[in-house]
């Protein structure tokens, strides 16, 4: 018995429709029916051959992000049986088959039970951008009640998230968008920063009395960590990144006696080490989901298999909303 998988051969190259032979059940495995697949910018990235950090060489079946029904578990895993709804970051990097697939075999412990909630397109958008907000702001920052809280790039795909777990905890949320991106981050419940006409020092004197803030979360990288090395609390302050590469002068951080933690989230499925994580974290996301506190934004575009090109293409553009392919809601 095959199924259907779509490849990329070449870096840049199309994506195959290609037949694979049905995979077979390893220790604490689940073999999940993909109903949704989300694309990533990291997924275009790797298509490109622009991601070595993501150690997938091609050819390679892509896609991080999924929600599915699982077909069966291995007989060593208690933690799902076959018909559950299941999300996750489930593979696409380190050598693992991806998500543009019919089906796929993921670790159980990467996966969580989907929030009742959400439509499968909707979960499909979560794992990725909710467990890289949810290590920097909880795991690394600490993030709780009564901080005032900076999120770069509000409406962006880990960025919104961000917004929403921060508010969750029960901080004060501010984030930086485009003025055309403004509704969308008060739609949630923060304060949007117009960071094209307000410079760093001018909204950290305005929101913060020149304090700075207590967490700063960049999710853009290059000049914006710079930026968020001076717009944070003094001794107490926390920077984040997610995109922390290139060369950084830590003067203006270190002037300012705050700390600085990067996120690497793929390091489960590169290291096989400490998955149970990361399904613990989509645990969290379905309970925010389920109360009302978690919504993800997705494009109002819809693509299938049969139009994952455009799907990419959506995603290179610069997608407001993140891009999902499935074959149903």
Same mark, same amino acid.
Request: charged share 20%; glycine share 10%; hydrophobic share 40%.
């Given at each position: 018995?095959? !199924?259907?998988?779509?490849?990329?051969?070449?870096?840049?190259?199309?994506?195959?429709?290609?037949?694979?032979?049905?995979?077979? &059940?390893?220790?604490?495995?689940?073999?999940?029916?993909?109903?949704?697949?989300?694309?990533?910018?990291? *997924? @275009?990235?790797?298509?490109?051959?622009?991601?070595?950090?993501? $150690?997938?060489?091609?050819?390679?079946? &892509?896609?991080? *992000?999924?929600?599915?029904?699982?077909?069966?578990?291995?007989?060593?895993?208690?933690?799902?049986? @076959?018909?559950?709804?299941? !999300?996750?970051?489930?593979?696409?990097?380190?050598?693992?088959?991806?998500?543009?697939?019919?089906?796929?075999?993921?670790? =159980? *412990?990467? &996966?969580?039970?989907?929030? /009742?909630?959400?439509?499968? $397109?909707?979960?499909?958008?979560?794992?990725?951008?909710?467990?890289?907000?949810?290590?920097?702001?909880?795991?690394?920052?600490?993030?709780?009640?009564?901080? *005032?809280?900076?999120?770069?790039?509000?409406?962006?795909?880990?960025?919104?998230?961000?917004?929403?777990?921060?508010?969750?905890?029960?901080?004060?949320? #501010?984030?930086?968008?485009?003025?055309?991106?403004?509704?969308?981050?008060?739609?949630?419940?923060?304060?949007?920063? +117009?960071?094209?006409?307000?410079?760093?020092?001018?909204?950290? =004197?305005?929101?913060? $009395?020149?304090?700075? #803030? +207590?967490?700063? !979360?960049?999710?853009?990288?290059?000049?914006?960590?710079?930026?968020?090395?001076?717009?944070?609390?003094?001794?107490?302050?926390?920077?984040?990144?997610?995109?922390?590469?290139?060369?950084?002068?830590?003067?203006?951080?270190? #002037?300012?006696?705050?700390? !600085?933690?990067?996120?690497?989230?793929?390091?489960?499925?590169? /290291?096989?080490? +400490?998955?149970?994580?990361?399904?613990?974290?989509?645990?969290?996301?379905?309970?925010?989901?389920?109360?009302?506190?978690?919504?993800?934004? &997705?494009?109002?575009?819809?693509? /299938?298999?049969?139009?994952?090109?455009?799907?990419?293409?959506?995603?290179?553009?610069?997608?407001?909303?993140?891009?999902?392919?499935?074959?149903?809601?």
């Amino acid at each position: 018995m095959s !199924y259907k998988a779509w490849r990329v051969e070449t870096p840049s190259g199309p994506f195959r429709e290609v037949d694979l032979p049905r995979p077979s &059940l390893g220790h604490n495995q689940a073999l999940v029916r993909i109903m949704a697949s989300g694309i990533n910018p990291l *997924d @275009a990235k790797i298509r490109a051959g622009q991601a070595t950090h993501a $150690r997938q060489p091609l050819p390679a079946v &892509l896609g991080l *992000d999924m929600a599915g029904i699982v077909e069966e578990a291995s007989p060593t895993t208690t933690k799902f049986k @076959a018909g559950d709804e299941v !999300y996750g970051m489930a593979g696409g990097v380190g050598g693992h088959p991806g998500t543009l697939a019919q089906l796929i075999v993921a670790d =159980a *412990d990467l &996966l969580a039970r989907k929030p /009742t909630n959400l439509t499968m $397109r909707e979960a499909a958008a979560l794992p990725l951008s909710f467990i890289t907000a949810w290590e920097g702001l909880v795991d690394r920052a600490k993030v709780h009640e009564g901080q *005032d809280v900076l999120i770069h790039a509000g409406a962006g795909g880990v960025g919104h998230i961000a917004v929403q777990i921060a508010l969750a905890f029960g901080a004060k949320v #501010f984030a930086t968008v485009s003025p055309d991106k403004r509704e969308i981050v008060e739609s949630y419940g923060a304060v949007a920063i +117009d960071y094209r006409s307000l410079p760093v020092e001018e909204y950290v =004197a305005t929101h913060t $009395r020149n304090q700075g #803030f +207590d967490i700063v !979360y960049d999710t853009v990288g290059g000049t914006t960590l710079d930026a968020s090395f001076s717009a944070v609390k003094r001794y107490s302050g926390h920077v984040l990144s997610c995109l922390g590469w290139g060369s950084h002068s830590l003067a203006p951080l270190s #002037f300012r006696g705050a700390t !600085y933690s990067g996120v690497f989230t793929l390091l489960p499925l590169l /290291t096989g080490l +400490d998955c149970a994580h990361h399904g613990n974290i989509l645990t969290q996301a379905a309970r925010l989901a389920e109360r009302g506190q978690l919504r993800p934004l &997705l494009s109002q575009e819809q693509f /299938t298999h049969a139009t994952i090109e455009a799907a990419f293409e959506k995603v290179q553009a610069g997608s407001v909303g993140k891009v999902v392919v499935a074959e149903t809601n």
